[in-house]
């Protein structure tokens, strides 16, 4: 049976750590979809402006060999994703493992057979680091 993969992100100044997530993501299922974050749910969650338009972004992920499918992330909840998507296994960075908000998902996706698994996050690059570089330019 097929094992259909699922994360999500901005992937705003889409770099070597995005790349990373995605390639890893691909080895552990056979069929990824990746969700790229609307502009105003990062706006309104995170309180933050990204440089890459929402369709960029979305065209930018679409073309990495990895990603079998792109859709839209407009809200944060993933219990509605995996009622859209039916996913078998979501991948997260490992910086929100054990946080109060992913054991509860984990909980949550217990009865539903999803397996949630964390990558380490890559601590060298971020587009947060980028952004303050960009920033003193």
Known sequence: MKKIGYTTGCFDLFHIGHLNILKRARLECDY???GVTSDE???SAKNKK???PFQERMDIVESIKFVDEVV???S???MEAWNNLKFDKMFVGDDWKGTDAWNKIEKDFQPCGVEIIYFPYTTH???TILRDILDKI
């Open 125 to 127: 690059t971020s587009s």
């Open 32 to 34: 990824l979809i990746v």
């Open 76 to 78: 944060y909840d993933k």
């Open 41 to 43: 749910l990062a706006t």
């Open 50 to 52: 990204l440089v890459i």
């Open 72 to 74: 839209p992330q407009t």
